[in-house]
T-cell receptor, first 112, second 114 residues
Framework: KAGVTQTPRYLIKTRGQQVTLSCSPI?????VSWYQQTPGQGLQFLFE???????NKGNFPGRFSGRQFSNSRSEMNVSTLELGDSALYLC???????????FGPGTRLTVL | DQQVKQNSPSLSVQEGRISILNCDYT??????FLWYKKYPAEGPTFLIS?????DKNEDGRFTVFLNKSAKHLSLHIVPSQPGDSAVYFC?????????????FGTGTSLTVIP
């Protein structure tokens, strides 16, 4: 089975711009979660989607949004980028909430 | 509020010895725990899990212990190998009782010295 894929792998943007990140889960996985990783902060939960429905959202401002499509692929959007949004954004898929999550390689976003 | 804590940011161990990584949690609703390993520039890789009905789970060189009363879990790696050098994250979930999300610790960077 192919693993979780994320595109693009690297992205450089300037403050005020917006960005869309994409995640393709493992085939058959209906749950997709997004995380932000910054040095010393571990993985901070952004949101989780299951069958196109957002089931939970972490403590991030409304500039962070996402969606999931009928084929379980998911996108994450960040509007009005700030310098502090520079981070590694990770997507993970799983069969359900009591199954291990499989992570993609991440998208490294740099905001200048 | 960090519900899952890894209080040791780093750990160094000699090759062949045991590595013990620790994790504490605060939410008594957590009933499913996982450990991940992460190399630089890669996503975390699932290592091993344990549910709250068990207190130990083994997979090869990796063993996870769960002490529910102390809200503590640990990962033992025996014997440690240089390829084990990575950042290790513990994660916890209580399913729908904790919002269908996994809570991650801040990670422990393990260095295995040849």
């Amino acid at each position: 089975k192919a693993g979780v894929t994320q595109t693009p792998r690297y992205l450089i943007k300037t403050r005020g711009q917006q960005v869309t990140l994409s995640c393709s889960p493992i085939s058959g996985h209906r749950s997709v979660s997004w995380y932000q990783q910054t040095p010393g902060q571990g993985l901070q939960f952004l949101f989780e989607y299951f069958s196109e429905t957002q089931r939970n959202k972490g403590n991030f401002p409304g500039r962070f949004s996402g969606r999931q499509f009928s084929n379980s692929r998911s996108e994450m959007n960040v509007s009005t980028l700030e310098l502090g949004d520079s981070a590694l954004y990770l997507c993970a898929s799983s069969q359900g909430v009591y199954n291990e999550q499989f992570f993609g390689p991440g998208t490294r976003l740099t905001v200048l | 509020d960090q519900q899952v804590k890894q209080n040791s940011p780093s750990l160094s161990v000699q090759e062949g010895r045991i590595s013990i990584l620790n994790c504490d949690y605060t939410n008594s609703m957590f009933d499913y725990f996982l450990w991940y390993k992460k190399y630089p520039a890669e996503g975390p890789t699932f290592l091993i899990s344990i549910s709250s009905i068990k207190d130990k789970n083994e997979d090869g060189r990796f063993t996870v212990f769960l002490n529910k009363s102390a809200k503590h879990l640990s990962l033992h790696i025996v014997p440690s190998q240089p390829g084990d050098s990575a950042v290790y994250f513990c994660a916890a979930s209580g399913g729908i009782n904790t919002g269908n999300q996994f809570y991650f610790g801040t990670g422990t960077s393990l260095t295995v010295i040849p």
